[in-house]
């Protein structure tokens, strides 16, 4: 069973100019202890996703299950104890600044009338956690986005969760800074087993924490399934140009001479004596535009972008594929 099922869920809003298709048929499986990624541009419909995932915008049709449970069918009462399962953390950390960091944290514990010293003494537990039990008489403003972020998790999970939607929460953060905080999602996600929903537009975000993604555009999800399947194949246009954003650049694009075909490998190593042999079998130099390695979900992955030149395109495209290799034309302009 499915952790959460979103089936068929539409959402339009009704605007001066017309109406607005914010989601389009939505159809998602997100099963208990992933890491879902759902990505797209701006306005691809990703918050009002996240907003109909609890029903805290309700979908115009269409239904949201939660662990079996039909978000459709529960009045308000009912829709407030389920939205308990699941916690929320922000872009901004929606801190209570006025408040220390442990009140912060104790504040839906005194919501949920937890007696002060046992709420006291779980927020503890929940700022050891996310490594800021220092920090438990500091006030937020005194704080980095970094840290602040942190109380945001140890608040959600205060709630004792067993979904958290992260609604662009590193979006705020500078890149050392978001590999921090997604790395303690990560072990939330391990050690706790909660299932966790990330929303970005970041396609490193995806890339370094997520077991799946849906790609989004248009209120559409264009493509999903694991992240890894999709980093080395997007079948999407939208998936293509998110996987391809690293590498395009002005300065790859003056450089264009050939087709140019993107070729993923697992390592490193595996890569480099098919690259030499393959020039060295047809006798034909290739352009290399440009090379990385990523982090996929905890594996180390090559991505290489290669000019050909005409004419020599199917012969080293073959022995590429004979050898294992995942290639695909790319448009380094698209
Ligand atoms: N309350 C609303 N009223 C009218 N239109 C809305 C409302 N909320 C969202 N929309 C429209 O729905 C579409 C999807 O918006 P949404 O905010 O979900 O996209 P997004 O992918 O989260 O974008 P961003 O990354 O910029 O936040 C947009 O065209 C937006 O203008």
Avoid: W
Avoid at 271 to 285: D, G, R
């Amino acid at each position: 069973m499915a952790e959460i099922k979103l089936v068929n869920v539409s959402k339009t809003f009704d605007t001066e100019e017309g109406p607005v298709h914010a989601l389009s048929d939505v159809n998602l499986s997100i099963h208990k202890g992933d890491i879902y990624g759902i990505i797209g541009m701006s306005g691809a419909g990703k918050s009002t996703l996240v907003r109909c995932l609890n029903f805290l915008e309700k979908p115009t049709s269409g239904d949201v299950i939660v662990q079996g449970v039909s978000l459709k069918s529960l009045n308000e009462k009912e829709l407030r104890e389920e939205r308990k399962k699941i916690s929320m953390i922000f872009q901004n950390f929606n801190l209570l600044m006025q408040k220390t960091v442990i009140d912060n944290v104790c504040f839906p514990m005194y919501l949920a009338h937890t007696p002060k010293a046992e709420a006291r003494k779980k927020a503890m537990e929940y700022l050891r956690i996310v490594g800021l039990e220092d920090k438990a008489n500091t006030y937020p403003s005194k704080l980095s986005g970094g840290q602040q972020q942190r109380v945001a998790i140890a608040r959600a999970l205060a709630s004792k969760p067993e979904i958290l939607l992260c609604d662009e929460a590193t979006s705020a953060l500078d890149p050392a800074t978001t590999k921090q905080i997604l790395a303690l999602l990560k072990k939330i996600n391990n050690e706790l087993g909660i299932t966790i929903v990330i929303i970005t537009h970041a396609m490193d975000v995806v890339e370094d924490v997520c077991s799946h993604v849906a790609i989004m555009e248009n209120g559409q999800v264009q493509e999903s399934g694991e992240v890894e399947t999709i980093f080395a194949n997007p079948q999407s246009a939208v998936g293509k140009r998110l996987v391809l954003k690293d590498v395009r650049s002005e300065a790859l694009a003056e450089l264009k001479t050939d087709k140019t075909f993107r070729i993923v490998f697992d390592k490193q190593s595996a890569f480099e004596p098919v690259i030499a042999n393959a020039i060295l079998t047809f006798q034909t130099p290739i352009n290399i535009l440009g090379a990385t390695t990523k982090n996929v979900h905890n594996q180390a992955k090559g991505e290489m972008i290669v000019g050909i030149p005409s004419g020599h395109e199917d012969e080293f495209v073959a022995y590429f594929k004979e050898r294992g290799l995942n290639v695909e034309e790319v448009d380094i302009n698209g």
